[in-house]
């Protein structure tokens, strides 16, 4: 299995990016999830959705602002991010899972298989 993060770079704030994540040799129902980590700091959850896109999830953090999205066609989920911040600025990892988790356990990084390389995202003030 291999995800392929792309579309990171720098933004002004307030201003958009979106991001790309294309996945292949992976088959079935999965979760598809963005997590992040900026310098200094530890990883963290962004948003989630399943194979259907019934169920979403975001740290609240960035709800209102980011869009997680899926073409299961193409194998490759999007975060489309709005009214960024400085402090989104960051390396944004996408990762996929095929666990039958509920709920929260598909925000931790833990349940998750299989991660990209990053994509860096820099918002400037």
């Known amino acids: 299995v291999q995800l392929q993060a792309s579309g990171g770079g720098m933004a002004q704030a307030g201003g958009s990016l979106r991001l790309s994540c294309s996945a292949s040799g992976i088959s079935g129902s999965y979760y598809m999830g963005w997590f992040r980590q900026a310098p200094g700091k530890e990883r963290e959850f962004v948003a989630a959705?399943?194979?259907?896109?019934?169920?979403?999830f975001y740290t609240d953090s960035v709800k209102g602002r980011f869009t997680i999205s899926r073409d299961n066609a193409r194998s490759t989920a999007y975060l489309q991010m709005n009214m960024l911040r400085p402090e989104d600025t960051a390396v944004y990892y996408c990762?996929?899972?095929?666990?039958?988790?509920?709920?929260?356990?598909?925000?931790?990084?833990?349940?998750?298989?299989?991660w990209g390389q990053g994509t860096l995202v820099t918002v400037s003030s």
């Open positions: 959705m399943s194979w259907s896109g019934g169920n979403t």
């Open positions: 990762a996929a899972h095929s666990r039958a988790l509920i709920g929260v356990s598909n925000t931790k990084g833990g349940s998750y298989d299989y």
